[in-house]
């Protein structure tokens, strides 16, 4: 995320050196190109070294315009999206345009299309001015089932949910046993016990149950504006208000997190609504201080560091790694495969994963 007052050079940072719509796509590294770019040809090189067909990647690009979440891949980019949160807790916006994508080329031309459509202005302070918030939002899915269970150990879908039952010690077979009726049919010592399977029914099954996704988005702020300096008036005035207002509620946001205070205000905008999951939860925040070197701008650039300061005192908790229903991850040489919190559990298979 990259944050400072208008024109101290975030889509420098984020995009890369660019003139006009030329952002640099060519196939190897540049020595000016930006964060987005650089993280996504790291995301690649990373999805390279696993195994084939395991990991796949789709982007979406949008723009928060006066407090509207819009679509810049989709057909009409002035429709307006909701963030909705499912039954799980996760946050998304179902109407975006997502599309699949295999390298940094496909992304960057994805994101200059969505750039294009970008809001943009000419202020006094800026030639180009950006009247938005950029989100660039990429969504790894990755198939549990190569990682999470042992295949050679599984000879059916319902393996899974066998568990083996303790035998009885010899030192304790002197208790007093139950009488046992005599139509009951000889048991053996070990017994599996069969369990009602959960939906999921195959460790090749590619449904939501069987998928985990995470996402990376990178974030390019519209700059803090002193109506001031910049001169703007009309529909432009009204686009800093809304910029400065999202800015103080993103500022609002991590103080929040670093009070630990009980409610957090992430609805007070689309962006911070947007970017919940990223700002708080489990997620890793990085935060870009962009600042002019001009003295005109000390009172800019102290507020800046400001809320740089008040970033870094956010402290996150340990990390809770959530795996789909049913699910939990397991190493070589645990020994059987289980499922379902009521199932005993060997020692090797460590604790509970939340």
């Known amino acids: 995320m990259a944050y400072g007052q208008t024109g101290s050079g975030k889509t420098h940072t984020m995009i890369g050196g660019h003139k006009n719509e030329d952002y640099n796509l060519t196939t190897e590294p540049q020595p000016e190109e930006g964060v987005i770019p650089r993280a996504v040809r790291q995301l690649f090189s990373i999805i390279s070294e696993k195994p084939?067909?395991?990991?796949?990647?789709e982007v979406s690009v949008v723009e928060v315009y006066n407090n509207d979440i819009r679509?810049?891949?989709?057909?009409?980019?002035?429709?307006?999206?909701?963030?909705?949160?499912?039954?799980?807790?996760?946050?998304?916006?179902p109407t975006l345009t997502s599309r699949a994508v295999?390298?940094?080329?496909?992304?960057?031309?994805?994101?200059?299309?969505?750039?294009?459509?970008?809001?943009?202005?000419?202020?006094?302070?800026?030639e180009h001015s950006s009247r938005?918030?950029?989100?660039?939002?990429?969504?790894?899915?990755?198939?549990?089932?190569?990682?999470?269970?042992?295949p050679q150990r599984v000879t059916s879908p319902t393996d899974v949910f066998a568990v083996p039952q303790s035998t009885i010690p010899k030192e304790r077979s002197h208790r007093r046993q139950l009488p046992q009726p005599h139509s009951a049919p000889n048991l053996s010592k070990v017994t599996m016990r069969s369990r009602t399977?959960?939906?999921?029914?195959?460790?090749?099954?590619?449904?939501?149950?069987?998928?985990?996704?995470?996402?990376?988005?990178?974030?390019?702020?519209?700059?803090?504006?002193?109506?001031?300096?910049?001169?703007?008036?009309g529909s432009a005035l009204r686009e800093a208000s809304y910029i400065n207002k999202s800015l103080s509620a993103l500022a609002d946001v991590l103080g929040a997190l670093a009070e630990h205070r009980a409610h957090v205000p992430y609805r007070n905008s689309r962006i911070t609504h947007l970017l919940q999951d990223s700002i708080g939860g489990d997620a890793k925040l990085l935060v870009m201080l962009c600042i002019s070197p001009a003295n005109r701008y000390v009172t800019e650039s102290v507020q800046c560091l400001g809320f740089g300061q008040r970033a870094r005192q956010v402290q996150r908790g340990p990390i809770r790694r959530k795996l789909p229903g049913n699910m939990e991850r397991i190493g070589p040489g645990d020994g059987p495969t289980y499922s379902g919190r009521n199932s005993p559990r060997p020692k090797s298979a460590g604790p509970y994963k939340q």
């Not at 084939?52 to 990647?57: P, Y």
């Not at 969505?114 to 302070?125: C, D, H, M, P, V």
């Not at 989100?135 to 042992?150: A, C, G, P, Y």
């Open 52 to 57: 084939a067909d395991t990991h796949t990647v």
């Open 102 to 126: 295999g390298t940094v080329d496909d992304v960057m031309s994805l994101v200059r299309h969505g750039l294009k459509a970008r809001r943009e202005i000419s202020t006094l302070i800026h």
């Open 132 to 150: 938005s918030h950029l989100v660039v939002m990429l969504t790894v899915s990755i198939q549990t089932h190569h990682f999470l269970f042992s």
């Open 71 to 93: 679509d810049l891949l989709g057909n009409d980019p002035k429709v307006r999206h909701d963030v909705v949160t499912s039954s799980d807790g996760s946050l998304s916006v």
């Open 197 to 233: 399977p959960s939906p999921v029914r195959s460790l090749s099954d590619t449904s939501s149950s069987g998928v985990i996704k995470t996402k990376l988005q990178l974030v390019d702020l519209a700059g803090s504006e002193c109506v001031g300096m910049s001169g703007v008036t």
